[in-house]
């Protein structure tokens, strides 16, 4: 067998393990920690919602921390089976077969993979499971900002100018608080890290005034590292809702394919 890992012990992947080696590496992995992908020649039985069985051939197994399982073969995009949760995994080898049981106790479900071969064995650790959100782009959430402010950042701001080009990029919004001040606002759909910070420390050092100038990240999570930075540097950071501000953008929406479905 041919193993390769990163020195952290994060991903790896191992090539042309025996059934045996395969067995003592998926032990050890399958503990509900790590993304593992599997790929040979396997057949699999399943019972539960239905029954099935699929015959020898050649076949991609994935299972994903917290224990849903998908089977896959060569062609399309449909899995031959799957499972949403596993409670317990048994690891076995018997008469050059490797065999994996998943088992999930509510709903009862069974799936059992065989495998006569093993090409290769790869997985990777997520530290971090990062955001998905399939509804806005981060022109629409710019564009609910902008509009609601009381809403999604909790004060009265009159927003003046949009992606205004500075020395240090394009911010995102500019606008007026209730007690005159200028703000500066930078916009991510996503968690916001250290470089969106720094992004927004150079828009404010970048505005030509010497009156105060306040820098508002706006953003749905914010790591550890970029509200420490962010907190250094003087700026602000307001958690936004999402959910929250596609429902206030929606009603101005144009109709979109979704509407006709």
């Not at 399958?30 to 919602?49: F, I, Q």
Request: charged content about 30%.
């Amino acid at each position: 067998m041919s193993q390769e890992a990163s020195v952290d012990g994060r991903f790896g992947v191992a090539s042309s393990p025996t059934i045996e080696e395969a067995a003592g590496l998926l032990e050890k992995l399958l503990d509900g920690s790590s993304m593992v992908v599997v790929a040979g020649v396997c057949s699999s039985e399943y019972e539960g919602r239905g029954a099935s069985v699929s015959t020898e051939g050649d076949k991609l197994l994935i299972v994903k921390p917290g224990g849903a399982v998908i089977l896959h073969g060569p062609r399309g995009f449909r899995p031959l089976n799957w499972q949403p949760s596993t409670s317990h995994t048994e690891v076995a080898t018997a008469d050059g077969l490797l065999t994996l049981k998943f088992y999930r106790r509510t709903p009862r479900e069974v799936l059992k993979i065989a495998c006569g071969s093993i090409w290769y064995i790869a997985w990777v650790r997520f530290p971090e499971e990062g955001a998905f959100w399939m509804y806005m782009t981060e022109d629409d959430l710019r564009k609910a900002v902008a509009l609601h402010p009381r809403e999604l950042l909790g004060e009265d701001i009159r927003f003046f100018a949009e992606e205004k080009r500075t020395p240090s990029g394009k911010a995102d919004l500019y606008g007026v608080d209730e007690r005159g001040n200028i703000v500066i606002v930078e916009v991510k759909r996503v968690r916001a890290d250290e470089s969106a910070v720094r992004q927004l420390e150079g828009y404010v050092r970048d505005y030509p005034t010497q009156a105060k100038v306040r820098g508002i990240l706006v953003a749905p999570d914010i790591s550890d590292a970029a509200r420490r930075l962010l907190e250094s540097r003087g700026l602000e950071f307001r958690r936004v809702d999402l959910k929250k501000a596609y429902s206030l953008l929606k009603p101005g929406r144009g109709r979109s394919v979704l509407d006709f479905l």
